[in-house]
């Protein structure tokens, strides 16, 4: 059954997830990451590098192209040097766009690596800072001014804190958070006691449970 976070009080939350404001052990959290996984969006899946290459050619100027150096072939099959030569820039076109999607792709790769953000958890009863991709449910995480919320939490407690969900929900304006219990048909957009993946914290701080990581 699914859970709707909102709809139960702190307490009903922390005792679903099996945790406590101390955190979660060394040990649980690696069978947490064990069983969900790391705390990242689904990668798409990759095309394999032959489609990549034969996508090159999918141009109406290369059509013309080809068209032409079979046209040329057909009516001089015995003088294919014009069409030979038309087929090697077509090929070397393609190796050469090839070659700029691969390299465009390992740059966006390094820039992935470079953007891993961190965050301040509560493991064993003691503050320490984690990679964001290393969270697991039940996780406690501390949100202060200009973080990026690094998985969907239910609000523990709040101090002051407000949120930037215009991402999510285009509101330009911050939503001040709290940890009050919610009906269960509240719209996400009015949802005060959580704060979803991707959003930011305006200002003030709060402290919450992470219900649910990656996607």
């Known amino acids: 059954m ?6 139960i009080s702190t307490d009903e939350a922390l005792t679903e997830l099996e945790v406590t404001k101390s955190g979660l052990s060394t040990d649980e959290v690696e069978q947490r990451r064990s069983k969900y996984g790391e705390n990242k969006l689904a990668e798409p899946e990759q095309t394999p590098g032959w489609i ?6 999918n141009d109406p ?3 013309l192209l ?7 072939l057909l009516i001089h099959p015995d003088e294919p040097g014009d069409a030979i030569f038309i087929f090697m820039v077509l090929t070397a076109n393609a190796y050469f766009g090839y070659w700029q999607e691969g390299q465009a ?3 966006m790769e390094s820039l992935k690596q470079m ?5 301040v958890v509560v493991r064993n009863d ?3 800072e984690v990679p964001t991709q290393e969270l697991v449910p039940g996780d406690i995480v501390n949100l202060y001014e200009g973080l990026n919320v690094p998985a969907d939490l239910r609000i523990l407690e709040s101090y002051q804190c407000k949120i930037d969900e215009s991402a999510l929900t285009g509101e330009s304006l911050t939503v001040e958070k709290n940890s009050k219990l919610l009906g269960e048909d509240t719209l996400l957009a009015d949802r005060k006691n959580m704060a979803f993946m991707g959003t930011c914290v305006a200002s003030g701080r709060a402290i919450g449970v992470v219900v649910s990581t990656g996607m």
């Open 2 to 7: 699914t859970i709707t976070w909102h709809n």
């Open 52 to 57: 990549r290459f034969i996508s090159q050619y």
């Open 61 to 63: 100027l290369n059509y």
């Open 66 to 72: 080809i068209g032409a150096a079979l046209v040329a």
């Open 105 to 107: 792709e390992q740059a």
């Open 115 to 119: 953007s891993i953000s961190q965050c």
């Open 126 to 128: 003691t503050d320490m």
